[in-house]
């Protein structure tokens, strides 16, 4: 409780709750919270960065602190970055789920949904997507990009390497 951090001043580690479960009935009542589990599954999995966006910052003293005191052999490191933001287009994967449920879009891969297999769809080859994520970049600080920053990508992939055809 003396901790100058919130986060570890009294973390919750697990929650009760009397509801069954989907799998396992009402064997149990007691859950892990994320915070408690995030680190030791990417432990036990083997991993070396964990990549999170920043809401998840101050949660790394949290992280580290479970993974110090827990006999493992590797100790993963939690990386932060903002999130992408590109104008005038939602990226809230809560908002898009909505929009695929409610069958506004045909899914996912859905040409106008802002996700990967959408620009694939839409026509955006994979080194274009990627030289657009080179262009940006990882940052900390919270940007919009220009649409016009992506478009420039598929433009000067397809320029360069699609076949002109003239009638």
Same mark, same amino acid.
């Given at each position: 409780?003396?901790?100058?951090?919130?986060?570890?001043?009294?973390?919750?580690?697990?929650?009760?709750?009397?509801?069954?479960?989907?799998?396992?009935?009402?064997?149990?009542?007691? #859950? =892990?919270?994320?915070?408690?589990?995030?680190?030791?599954?990417?432990?036990?999995?083997?991993?070396?960065?964990?990549?999170?966006?920043?809401?998840?910052?101050?949660?790394?003293?949290? #992280?580290?602190?479970?993974?110090?005191?827990?006999?493992?052999?590797?100790? =993963?490191?939690?990386?932060?970055?903002?999130?992408?933001?590109?104008?005038?287009?939602?990226?809230?994967?809560?908002?898009?789920?909505?929009?695929?449920?409610?069958?506004?879009?045909?899914?996912?891969?859905? =040409?106008?949904?802002?996700?990967?297999?959408?620009?694939?769809?839409?026509?955006?080859?994979?080194?274009?997507?990627?030289?657009?994520?080179?262009?940006?970049?990882?940052?900390?600080?919270?940007?919009?990009?220009?649409?016009?920053?992506?478009?420039?990508?598929?433009?000067?992939?397809?320029?360069?390497?699609?076949?002109?055809?003239?009638?």
């Amino acid at each position: 409780m003396a901790s100058p951090f919130i986060v570890m001043r009294d973390p919750v580690l697990y929650r009760i709750k009397f509801a069954e479960h989907h799998q396992t009935g009402n064997k149990w009542c007691i #859950y =892990p919270m994320y915070d408690f589990t995030h680190c030791i599954s990417d432990a036990l999995e083997g991993i070396t960065h964990s990549l999170c966006t920043l809401e998840f910052q101050d949660n790394r003293r949290l #992280y580290d602190w479970v993974l110090d005191n827990i006999s493992i052999p590797v100790h =993963p490191r939690q990386y932060e970055f903002s999130r992408l933001n590109l104008e005038y287009t939602v990226m809230s994967k809560r908002k898009l789920n909505q929009l695929v449920t409610e069958k506004h879009v045909e899914g996912w891969d859905d =040409p106008r949904m802002p996700t990967i297999s959408g620009l694939r769809r839409r026509g955006y080859t994979a080194e274009s997507i990627r030289e657009f994520c080179k262009r940006i970049g990882v940052t900390k600080q919270d940007n919009t990009i220009e649409m016009a920053s992506l478009e420039s990508c598929i433009r000067e992939d397809l320029n360069e390497n699609a076949r002109a055809r003239w009638r």
